[in-house]
């Protein structure tokens, strides 16, 4: 059974840095998405950023473009989102999510078109 795991979520001050790790198993991801969502308490998961496993294909969210970075490592199956200047706003739970890639570059951004999806990580950034 596919598995997500998210880590390296924690306090840090505004302006620091914060890199989170999702870690996939239980199935071969190779020609699947994965993507960051972000969620803060009563509104709807907000897309952060994906990447494909087998390519340099990434996509961002206009808004977080510049401060936050999606990478990959293939050999240890784990995708990283590097967070910095962050702010207090970006305080919310961050979750990692895989659906089958597409080229279709809009349907990256709906929750919904994501089949997997990890228990999330708490970010809390002090002002």
């Known amino acids: 059974q596919a598995q997500l795991v998210e880590s390296g979520g924690g306090l840090v001050q505004a302006g620091g840095s914060l890199r989170l790790s999702c870690a996939a198993s239980?199935?071969?991801?190779?020609?699947?998405?994965m993507a960051w969502f972000r969620q803060a308490p009563g509104k709807e998961r907000e897309f952060v950023a994906a990447?494909?496993?087998?390519?340099?294909?990434?996509i961002y969210a206009d808004s977080l473009k510049g401060r936050f970075t999606i990478s990959r490592d293939n050999a240890k199956s784990t995708v990283y989102l590097q967070m910095n200047r962050l702010k207090p706003e970006d305080t919310v739970v961050y979750y990692c999510?895989?659906?089958?890639?597409?080229?279709?570059?809009?349907?990256?951004?709906?929750?919904?078109?994501?089949?997997?999806w990890g228990q999330g990580t708490q970010v809390t950034v002090s002002s």
């Open positions: 999510a895989a659906r089958p890639f597409t080229l279709n570059r809009s349907s990256y951004f709906r929750e919904a078109e994501y089949d997997y």
């Open positions: 990447v494909r496993w087998s390519g340099a294909t990434t």
């Open positions: 239980g199935r071969t991801f190779s020609n699947y998405a």
